[in-house]
Protein backbone atom coordinates (compact mmCIF):
# COMPACT_ATOMS: atom_id res chain seq x y z
CA UNK A 1 0.00 0.00 0.00
CA UNK A 2 2.54 2.25 1.29
CA UNK A 3 4.61 1.34 -2.50
CA UNK A 4 1.54 2.32 -4.28
CA UNK A 5 0.82 5.68 -2.81
CA UNK A 6 4.54 6.30 -3.27
CA UNK A 7 3.98 6.31 -6.92
CA UNK A 8 1.30 8.28 -7.23
CA UNK A 9 3.38 10.82 -5.90
CA UNK A 10 6.20 10.04 -8.79
CA UNK A 11 2.99 10.06 -11.68
CA UNK A 12 1.92 13.74 -10.33
CA UNK A 13 5.96 14.83 -10.19
CA UNK A 14 6.08 13.66 -14.15
CA UNK A 15 2.96 15.15 -14.83
CA UNK A 16 4.11 18.31 -13.90
CA UNK A 17 7.39 18.06 -14.82
CA UNK A 18 6.40 17.72 -18.57
CA UNK A 19 3.03 20.01 -18.50
CA UNK A 20 6.16 22.85 -17.44
CA UNK A 21 8.48 22.10 -19.63
CA UNK A 22 6.53 20.93 -22.82
CA UNK A 23 7.96 17.54 -23.47
CA UNK A 24 9.26 14.56 -22.12
CA UNK A 25 12.40 14.69 -22.62
CA UNK A 26 13.02 17.53 -20.50
CA UNK A 27 10.89 16.43 -18.20
CA UNK A 28 13.32 13.44 -17.79
CA UNK A 29 16.92 16.00 -17.53
CA UNK A 30 14.32 18.06 -14.90
CA UNK A 31 13.81 15.10 -12.84
CA UNK A 32 17.01 13.34 -13.45
CA UNK A 33 15.39 10.34 -14.79
CA UNK A 34 15.37 8.75 -18.03
CA UNK A 35 12.93 9.66 -20.97
CA UNK A 36 11.22 6.09 -20.86
CA UNK A 37 10.87 5.92 -17.11
CA UNK A 38 9.00 9.84 -17.61
CA UNK A 39 7.07 8.36 -20.38
CA UNK A 40 5.95 4.94 -18.50
CA UNK A 41 5.20 7.09 -15.05
CA UNK A 42 2.71 9.62 -17.65
CA UNK A 43 1.19 6.12 -19.24
CA UNK A 44 0.48 4.29 -15.70
CA UNK A 45 -0.92 8.20 -14.61
CA UNK A 46 -3.63 8.33 -17.46
CA UNK A 47 -4.36 4.72 -16.52
CA UNK A 48 -4.86 5.32 -12.82
CA UNK A 49 -7.30 8.38 -13.78
CA UNK A 50 -9.31 6.54 -16.51
CA UNK A 51 -8.48 9.54 -19.26
CA UNK A 52 -6.16 10.29 -21.87
CA UNK A 53 -3.72 13.52 -20.65
CA UNK A 54 -1.47 13.98 -23.52
CA UNK A 55 -1.68 13.94 -27.30
CA UNK A 56 1.14 12.70 -29.30
CA UNK A 57 1.89 14.01 -32.81
CA UNK A 58 4.76 13.90 -34.99
CA UNK A 59 7.02 13.56 -32.04
CA UNK A 60 5.27 16.30 -30.17
CA UNK A 61 3.04 16.00 -26.90
CA UNK A 62 0.17 18.31 -26.40
CA UNK A 63 -2.07 18.69 -22.81
CA UNK A 64 -5.49 17.40 -23.12
CA UNK A 65 -8.36 20.03 -21.56
CA UNK A 66 -8.48 17.94 -19.01
CA UNK A 67 -4.80 17.77 -18.13
CA UNK A 68 -4.91 21.47 -18.03
CA UNK A 69 -7.72 21.18 -15.66
CA UNK A 70 -5.32 19.48 -13.85
CA UNK A 71 -2.03 21.59 -13.44
CA UNK A 72 -3.35 24.00 -10.75
CA UNK A 73 -4.48 21.38 -8.45
CA UNK A 74 -0.99 19.44 -9.19
CA UNK A 75 1.05 22.42 -8.66
CA UNK A 76 -0.76 23.63 -5.41
CA UNK A 77 0.09 19.90 -4.21
CA UNK A 78 3.63 19.73 -4.96
CA UNK A 79 3.84 23.43 -3.21
CA UNK A 80 1.92 21.77 -0.24
CA UNK A 81 4.43 19.08 -0.22
CA UNK A 82 7.60 21.51 -0.95
CA UNK A 83 6.04 23.27 2.50
CA UNK A 84 5.91 20.09 4.21
CA UNK A 85 9.62 19.49 3.58
CA UNK A 86 11.03 22.71 4.58
CA UNK A 87 8.96 22.72 7.92
CA UNK A 88 10.54 18.78 8.53
CA UNK A 89 13.57 20.73 7.23
CA UNK A 90 13.63 23.65 9.72
CA UNK A 91 16.45 25.82 9.34
CA UNK A 92 17.73 23.77 6.50
CA UNK A 93 19.54 25.67 3.60
CA UNK A 94 16.99 23.79 1.04
CA UNK A 95 15.49 26.87 -1.12
CA UNK A 96 11.71 26.47 -2.11
CA UNK A 97 10.76 25.95 -5.47
CA UNK A 98 7.74 28.50 -5.14
CA UNK A 99 7.49 31.78 -2.79
CA UNK A 100 4.05 33.35 -2.07
CA UNK A 101 4.34 37.22 -1.24
CA UNK A 102 1.81 39.74 -0.36
CA UNK A 103 2.54 43.09 0.18
CA UNK A 104 0.33 46.62 0.02
CA UNK A 105 -0.86 47.80 -3.65
CA UNK A 106 2.04 50.59 -2.98
CA UNK A 107 4.87 47.83 -1.97
CA UNK A 108 3.47 45.71 -4.64
CA UNK A 109 3.65 48.08 -7.26
CA UNK A 110 6.87 49.74 -6.59
CA UNK A 111 9.41 47.32 -4.52
CA UNK A 112 7.96 43.65 -5.61
CA UNK A 113 8.98 43.73 -9.19
CA UNK A 114 12.46 44.37 -8.48
CA UNK A 115 12.92 42.08 -5.84
CA UNK A 116 10.97 39.35 -7.96
CA UNK A 117 13.77 40.08 -10.90
CA UNK A 118 16.89 39.62 -8.40
CA UNK A 119 15.19 36.98 -6.89
CA UNK A 120 14.86 35.56 -10.57
CA UNK A 121 18.47 36.12 -11.30
CA UNK A 122 19.66 33.89 -8.75
CA UNK A 123 17.29 30.88 -8.85
CA UNK A 124 15.88 31.24 -12.15
CA UNK A 125 13.41 27.64 -11.40
CA UNK A 126 11.59 29.24 -8.90
CA UNK A 127 7.86 30.58 -9.37
CA UNK A 128 6.46 33.65 -7.75
CA UNK A 129 2.80 33.92 -6.85
CA UNK A 130 1.57 37.46 -5.47
CA UNK A 131 -1.01 39.11 -3.51
CA UNK A 132 -1.86 42.12 -2.10
CA UNK A 133 -4.28 42.24 1.17
CA UNK A 134 -4.67 44.47 4.26
CA UNK A 135 -3.27 43.91 7.74
CA UNK A 136 -5.77 41.46 9.19
CA UNK A 137 -6.01 39.24 6.28
CA UNK A 138 -2.11 39.45 5.98
CA UNK A 139 -1.53 37.64 9.44
CA UNK A 140 -4.49 35.28 8.90
CA UNK A 141 -3.35 34.02 5.29
CA UNK A 142 0.33 33.48 6.98
CA UNK A 143 -1.13 31.80 9.95
CA UNK A 144 -3.02 29.75 7.82
CA UNK A 145 -0.03 28.86 5.50
CA UNK A 146 -1.19 30.34 2.28
CA UNK A 147 1.69 33.16 2.06
CA UNK A 148 5.21 32.45 2.99
CA UNK A 149 6.31 36.23 3.11
CA UNK A 150 4.61 39.48 3.67
CA UNK A 151 6.35 43.25 2.71
CA UNK A 152 4.90 45.40 5.10
CA UNK A 153 5.31 49.05 6.61
CA UNK A 154 4.44 47.95 10.15
CA UNK A 155 5.25 44.67 12.05
CA UNK A 156 2.52 42.16 12.11
CA UNK A 157 1.78 41.92 15.36
CA UNK A 158 1.23 38.12 16.31
CA UNK A 159 3.23 36.06 18.53
CA UNK A 160 4.33 33.32 15.62
CA UNK A 161 4.68 35.38 12.87
CA UNK A 162 8.72 36.63 12.74
CA UNK A 163 9.22 39.78 11.36
CA UNK A 164 12.52 41.20 10.09
CA UNK A 165 13.37 44.68 9.98
CA UNK A 166 15.08 45.35 6.90
CA UNK A 167 15.39 49.47 7.23
CA UNK A 168 13.72 52.73 8.17
CA UNK A 169 13.57 55.66 5.55
CA UNK A 170 12.69 59.07 6.39
CA UNK A 171 9.84 61.24 5.26
CA UNK A 172 10.48 63.53 2.21
CA UNK A 173 8.73 66.03 1.01
CA UNK A 174 7.38 64.82 -3.23
CA UNK A 175 6.17 67.98 -5.52
CA UNK A 176 6.14 68.41 -9.23
CA UNK A 177 9.72 69.80 -10.42
CA UNK A 178 8.12 72.81 -12.02
CA UNK A 179 6.88 73.67 -8.23
CA UNK A 180 8.34 76.93 -6.53
CA UNK A 181 9.67 75.09 -3.81
CA UNK A 182 11.42 72.43 -6.11
CA UNK A 183 13.84 75.50 -7.09
CA UNK A 184 15.39 74.85 -2.84
CA UNK A 185 17.65 72.75 -2.24
CA UNK A 186 16.38 71.74 1.33
CA UNK A 187 12.70 72.80 2.70
CA UNK A 188 11.52 74.12 5.96
CA UNK A 189 8.05 73.63 7.60
CA UNK A 190 7.32 76.84 7.25
CA UNK A 191 7.89 76.50 3.11
CA UNK A 192 4.99 74.33 2.81
CA UNK A 193 2.34 77.49 4.40
CA UNK A 194 -0.43 77.88 1.87
CA UNK A 195 -0.06 75.07 -0.17
CA UNK A 196 -1.72 72.05 -1.34
CA UNK A 197 -0.95 68.65 0.31
CA UNK A 198 -1.81 64.94 0.00
CA UNK A 199 -2.42 63.31 2.78
CA UNK A 200 -2.11 59.75 3.60
CA UNK A 201 -5.36 57.95 5.16
CA UNK A 202 -6.42 58.69 8.55
CA UNK A 203 -5.91 54.81 9.26
CA UNK A 204 -2.08 55.42 8.99
CA UNK A 205 -0.30 56.68 12.04
CA UNK A 206 1.52 59.49 9.57
CA UNK A 207 -1.39 61.13 9.06
CA UNK A 208 -1.97 62.32 12.47
CA UNK A 209 1.57 62.98 12.57
CA UNK A 210 1.46 64.91 9.85
CA UNK A 211 -1.58 67.22 10.42
CA UNK A 212 -0.55 67.70 14.25
CA UNK A 213 3.12 69.10 13.46
CA UNK A 214 1.50 71.16 10.65
CA UNK A 215 -0.89 72.55 12.64
CA UNK A 216 2.04 73.22 15.91
CA UNK A 217 4.16 75.41 13.21
CA UNK A 218 1.52 77.00 12.24
CA UNK A 219 1.29 75.92 8.83
CA UNK A 220 -2.18 76.82 7.13
CA UNK A 221 -2.78 74.32 4.10
CA UNK A 222 -5.56 73.00 1.61
CA UNK A 223 -6.12 69.37 1.68
CA UNK A 224 -6.97 68.17 -1.64
CA UNK A 225 -6.62 63.80 -0.93
CA UNK A 226 -6.90 61.73 1.07
CA UNK A 227 -5.40 57.67 0.36
CA UNK A 228 -3.90 54.81 2.05
CA UNK A 229 -1.93 54.16 -1.50
CA UNK A 230 1.46 56.02 -1.62
CA UNK A 231 2.51 55.63 -4.96
CA UNK A 232 -1.09 56.05 -6.28
CA UNK A 233 -0.66 59.54 -4.21
CA UNK A 234 2.82 60.43 -5.57
CA UNK A 235 0.87 59.93 -9.42
CA UNK A 236 -1.39 62.68 -8.53
CA UNK A 237 1.32 65.38 -7.22
CA UNK A 238 2.15 66.57 -10.62
CA UNK A 239 -2.21 66.72 -11.68
CA UNK A 240 -3.05 68.59 -8.29
CA UNK A 241 0.25 70.68 -8.45
CA UNK A 242 0.18 69.50 -4.72
CA UNK A 243 3.00 68.48 -2.54
CA UNK A 244 3.08 65.14 -0.45
CA UNK A 245 4.66 64.17 2.03
CA UNK A 246 6.24 60.49 2.23
CA UNK A 247 8.98 57.91 2.98
CA UNK A 248 12.43 58.80 1.04
CA UNK A 249 12.42 55.14 -0.80
CA UNK A 250 8.83 55.58 -2.46
CA UNK A 251 9.84 59.08 -3.04
CA UNK A 252 13.12 58.23 -4.99
CA UNK A 253 11.24 54.75 -7.05
CA UNK A 254 8.52 57.21 -7.91
CA UNK A 255 10.51 60.68 -8.92
CA UNK A 256 13.56 58.03 -10.85
CA UNK A 257 10.35 57.45 -13.25
CA UNK A 258 9.00 60.00 -13.48
CA UNK A 259 10.47 63.36 -15.23
CA UNK A 260 7.64 65.49 -13.52
CA UNK A 261 8.21 64.62 -10.29
CA UNK A 262 11.09 65.13 -7.19
CA UNK A 263 11.30 65.34 -3.79
CA UNK A 264 13.38 67.86 -1.12
CA UNK A 265 14.28 66.91 2.41
CA UNK A 266 12.34 68.44 4.54
CA UNK A 267 13.70 69.88 8.01
CA UNK A 268 11.78 69.09 11.28
CA UNK A 269 10.35 66.20 10.36
CA UNK A 270 11.63 63.56 12.29
CA UNK A 271 9.45 60.14 11.71
CA UNK A 272 10.46 57.48 9.47
CA UNK A 273 9.01 55.30 7.45
CA UNK A 274 9.53 51.45 8.32
CA UNK A 275 9.93 48.07 5.89
CA UNK A 276 9.59 44.82 7.67
CA UNK A 277 9.84 41.05 5.99
CA UNK A 278 7.08 38.81 7.86
CA UNK A 279 7.23 35.29 7.33
CA UNK A 280 6.22 32.22 9.68
CA UNK A 281 8.60 30.87 12.31
CA UNK A 282 9.53 27.76 9.94
CA UNK A 283 10.88 30.08 7.84
CA UNK A 284 13.06 32.40 9.53
CA UNK A 285 16.86 32.05 8.78
CA UNK A 286 16.05 29.45 5.95
CA UNK A 287 17.74 29.98 3.09
CA UNK A 288 14.82 31.00 1.46
CA UNK A 289 14.14 33.75 3.81
CA UNK A 290 17.99 35.06 3.06
CA UNK A 291 17.26 34.58 -0.19
CA UNK A 292 14.28 37.35 -0.12
CA UNK A 293 16.13 39.65 2.33
CA UNK A 294 19.43 39.69 0.04
CA UNK A 295 16.93 40.45 -3.01
CA UNK A 296 14.97 42.78 -1.57
CA UNK A 297 18.57 44.66 -0.36
CA UNK A 298 19.95 44.16 -3.41
CA UNK A 299 17.32 45.45 -6.15
CA UNK A 300 17.27 48.86 -4.00
CA UNK A 301 21.32 48.84 -3.98
CA UNK A 302 21.42 52.40 -6.13
CA UNK A 303 18.59 53.88 -4.53
CA UNK A 304 19.69 53.10 -1.28
CA UNK A 305 23.15 54.41 -1.71
CA UNK A 306 21.49 57.88 -2.92
CA UNK A 307 19.31 57.90 0.27
CA UNK A 308 22.34 57.09 2.59
CA UNK A 309 24.39 59.66 1.04
CA UNK A 310 21.62 61.97 2.38
CA UNK A 311 21.02 60.76 5.62
CA UNK A 312 17.45 59.41 5.03
CA UNK A 313 17.97 55.99 5.66
CA UNK A 314 19.00 53.18 8.36
CA UNK A 315 19.80 49.69 7.01
CA UNK A 316 18.82 46.76 9.71
CA UNK A 317 21.07 43.84 9.61
CA UNK A 318 19.73 40.60 11.30
CA UNK A 319 16.76 42.56 12.45
CA UNK A 320 14.58 40.04 13.90
CA UNK A 321 11.45 41.28 15.67
CA UNK A 322 8.09 39.51 17.02
CA UNK A 323 5.19 40.63 18.55
CA UNK A 324 5.38 44.14 16.66
CA UNK A 325 8.38 44.98 18.36
CA UNK A 326 11.56 46.40 15.79
Not at 218 to 237: A, C, F, I
Amino acid sequence: MSQKKLNRFKYIEAFSAVMSTGSVSAAALRLGVSQPAVSQLIKKFENAVGVPLFIRKNGVIYPTARAENLRDDVEDLLNQLDKIQMQLNFGGAKTMSSVRFSASISLTNEVLPNLLHEMHKQKPKTSFYVSSLPRVSMIRAILEGSVDFALTNRALGHSSIICRHLMAAKEVCVMPITHPLAKKSKLKLKDLNNQKILMTSRTDPSYDYHRELLHKNGVRYQKLLESPMTSMSLSMVDSFNALSINNALMAELVCSRDPCLTWRCLDGVDRSTDFFLCMPPWLSESSTESLVADSFYQSLDEVINKLDLNGLLLRVKNGISKNNSA
